[in-house]
């Protein structure tokens, strides 16, 4: 191992690489062959300092040392991809007698210089930023990858995590009837339960965040777990009675009600990605467990009912069910570097779930029901099935886009 008298600036293998291809990538390829070679001295395993060290004797037309390099490089790892074939390109240009023996064209491994007073390298045009927090620390090297690919580095991260924010449309094919059913039956006169007046709204449009951490199998497939979260619009309904007793029920009879869908799906995803040096397209497709909740806020009066004629009630609370989804997505991830990149998304998702039961504040227990008119509303579950009653769908079926931030890991 090299010593440097005072401070080390690198003391393994790794450091010696990232430091030489800082100076590489400045077109300072004669000082970055002295920190490849010191590379390979620390560890004589150090295939990536061998092909490094061939790649700076290339950009000096120096073709013998460059395949003696690369040779190197292929005896400890047989497996770099497409040396092999810039081996067989240079073994047809170089003579058979310029590369059996050059060990007098290869740098001396000398000292790297350590960094000045402000904790960076002493080179100029280097990009390896050594941090010194304190005077009797050993500085830390910022790392960089580099592959022979063409690739952009994130598209050989072993694991990526993301964090998405995004827009969400829904079907919500229930909830936007019973709207529409309410308020056309109160332009018509005809409401239900002796009301003479009611509204209701309900949007498809909602928003959706969640997060995914991913495995490369290689740089064109992986696999992913998310858990995401989606929100839709609020369904609202205000209806009340201002007639007189004598015509419907009692003037103060009212009932108002606000249904909150919410969905997180938890899902396995395949990817196909298609890599380039600027980051990757990708396609994926997969399954999930989506589950729902509605939660509930309603307030009425029901002294038009004949069987509880002073009947009042403000049950609050969760409805909650569940049930298998799926979901496709089309994208394209943008390395900012090595370790992060942004995203741009769209993902499509089919999931209708219904049979939402549960207790509400005021100790009862209730369904999520669909009226043979179309509107939605809570009732007792055992209605279920009589006089037209059925359990209400929550279909959010639709889709997100919208932005990812991604981190990678080596």
């Known amino acids: 191992m090299a010593a440097l008298t005072g401070r080390a600036f690198a003391e393994t293998a790794q450091e010696y690489d990232d430091a030489g291809m800082a100076l590489f990538r400045a077109g300072l390829y004669d000082k970055s ?35 003696q390099s690369y040779q190197q490089a292929l005896q400890i790892n047989p497996n770099i991809p497409g040396l092999q074939t810039t081996v067989n390109n240079l073994n047809a240009q170089v003579p058979a007698d310029s590369n059996t023996d050059n060990g007098d064209q290869q740098p001396q491994a000398s000292t790297p210089p350590p960094p000045n007073n402000n904790g960076y390298s002493n080179q100029p045009g280097s990009s390896v930023v050594v941090v010194q927090h304190r005077p009797w620390r050993r500085p830390r090297v910022v790392r960089t990858y580099k592959f022979n690919d063409n690739l952009a580095p994130m598209d050989h991260a072993p694991f990526w995590a993301k964090a998405e924010f995004g827009y969400n449309y829904s079907a919500q094919t229930d909830l936007i009837n019973s709207a529409n059913t309410t308020n056309s039956e109160n332009n018509s006169g005809t409401l239900f339960s002796g009301f003479t007046n009611a509204n209701a709204t309900m949007s498809q449009n909602g928003y959706q965040t969640g997060g995914e951490l991913g495995f490369l199998i290689n740089p064109y497939n992986g696999i992913a777990i998310g858990a995401r979260l989606i929100e839709s619009s609020d369904y609202t309904l205000s209806a009340f009675n201002s007639a007189p007793s004598t015509v419907s029920g009692a003037p103060n009879d009212f009932e108002n009600a606000t249904f909150s869908p919410f969905v997180v799906p938890i899902t396995l995803d395949y990817y196909l990605f298609l890599p380039d040096s600027g980051g990757r397209f990708f396609l994926s497709a997969g399954v999930g467990y989506y589950a729902a909740l509605v939660h509930i806020n309603e307030n009425y009066s029901l002294s038009n009912n004949q069987d509880n004629p002073n009947a009042f009630g403000n049950p609050v609370g969760d409805l909650t069910s569940g049930n298998i989804g799926f979901q496709v997505a089309i994208g394209r991830d943008f390395a900012i570097n090595d370790f992060f990149g942004i995203s741009v998304y769209a993902r499509g998702h089919y999931a209708q779930i219904t049979n939402f039961r549960g207790t509400l504040s005021d100790g009862n227990q209730y ?20 006089n037209g009653e059925q359990n209400a769908t929550i279909d959010f079926t639709g889709f997100d886009v919208g932005l990812s931030l991604n981190f990678y890991s080596f």
């Open 33 to 67: 062959l002295q920190y490849f070679s010191s590379a390979v001295q620390t560890d004589p395993q150090d295939w990536q300092g061998y092909q490094d060290m061939g790649d700076a004797y290339m950009k000096l037309d120096n073709k013998p040392s460059a395949l």
């Open 367 to 386: 369904a999520l029901v669909k009226f043979s008119d179309n509107t939605v509303d809570i009732d007792n579950p055992a209605n279920i099935g009589t």
